[in-house]
T-cell receptor, first 109, second 112 residues
Framework: GQNIDQPTEMTATEGAIVQINCTYQ??????LFWYQQHAGEAPTFLSY??LDGLEEKGRFSSFLSRSKGYSYLLLKELQMKDSASYLC??????????WGAGTKLIIKP | DVKVTQSSRYLVKRTGEKVFLECVQD?????MFWYRQDPGLGLRLIYF???????EKGDIPEGYSVSREKKERFSLILESASTNQTSMYLC???????????FGQGTRLTVV
């Protein structure tokens, strides 16, 4: 079967760095997405990894290790507007998205 | 910019009513999806469609049906609304199987 795990909630301080982890188990893999979702709004795309390694995009970076079934989203220079839920989603062998429950990130001044 | 538009942000319906949730996308995407999102759970796929008049069941299709008469429009139908269908409903579209999904703003449905 398929399974995705990510922490339910994390707290960080404005200006700091936070790493949100996502672990998965799957028989087929075509990539991993990260989305940001502010309360009451739609998810918006942040990153896509299909090969091992780190993808950097401004203050946000995403890492993938396929052999370990592991990804993380790294947020630097945290701002209050980064308070949101971060969703990890696996693209399976049928190109269907399998979603984690999301990590609620709380930023404190 | 890709735009996915859902017809309502908030809906309140009575138990037993037939409910229609409409979704329209303006980027000629083949693939469209309906999810529901509940606290503590990931997005759960209700139905999806890869082409006009084509539909496939997702993980939780019971109590729902869909219609895709035109490429840009994908409708979710609750045949007889029940209180356990109170949820946030999200429509999404994708241009091809490997691409990112674009979401509508969501419809928060309350069934009383």
């Amino acid at each position: 079967g398929q399974n995705i795990d990510q922490p339910t909630e994390m707290t960080a301080t404005e200006g700091a760095i936070v790493q949100i982890n996502c672990t998965y188990q799957t028989s087929g893999f075509n990539g991993l997405f990260w989305y940001q979702q502010h309360a009451g709004e739609a998810p918006t795309f942040l990153s896509y990894n299909v090969l091992d390694g780190l993808e950097e995009k401004g203050r946000f970076s995403s890492f993938l290790s396929r052999s370990k079934g592991y990804s993380y989203l790294l947020l630097k220079e945290l701002q209050m507007k980064d308070s949101a839920s971060y969703l990890c989603a696996l693209l399976d062998s049928n190109y269907q998205l399998i979603w984690g429950a999301g990590t609620k990130l709380i930023i404190k001044p | 910019d890709v735009k996915v538009t859902q017809s309502s942000r908030y809906l309140v319906k009575r138990t037993g009513e037939k409910v229609f949730l409409e979704c329209v996308q303006d980027m000629d995407h083949e693939n469209m999806f309906w999810y529901r999102q509940d606290p503590g759970l990931g997005l759960r796929l209700i139905y999806f469609s890869y082409d006009v008049k084509m539909k496939e069941k997702g993980d939780i299709p019971e109590g729902y049906s869909v219609s895709r008469e035109k490429k840009e429009r994908f409708s979710l139908i609750l045949e007889s609304a029940s209180t356990n269908q109170t949820s946030m409903y999200l429509c999404a579209s994708r241009p091809d199987q490997g691409a990112e999904a674009f979401f509508g703003q969501g419809t928060r449905l309350t069934v009383v």
